[in-house]
């Protein structure tokens, strides 16, 4: 029989290896997304108008 430090051991190895699984899973999606490129300076909106009329 099993102790109860000995499940909560086995739980987190279980628990760790699906994370880690998972993280992996997502960053094979996201590689296979293609190459990221960043959204132009204009499109964010962070300065209104008058950042392409001073720019």
Same mark, same amino acid.
Request: no cysteine; net charge negative; hydrophobic share 55%.
């Given at each position: 029989m099993m102790t109860r430090?000995?499940?909560? !051991?086995?739980?987190?190895?279980? *628990? !760790?290896? *699906? *994370?880690?699984?998972?993280?992996l899973l997502l960053v094979q999606i996201l590689d296979w997304r293609g190459e990221f490129l960043p959204a132009p300076i204009?499109?964010?909106g962070l300065l209104g108008e008058f950042g392409c009329r001073w720019g």
């Open positions: 430090s000995q499940w909560v !051991a086995v739980f987190t190895g279980i *628990l !760790a290896v *699906l *994370l880690g699984g998972g993280y204009e499109s964010l």
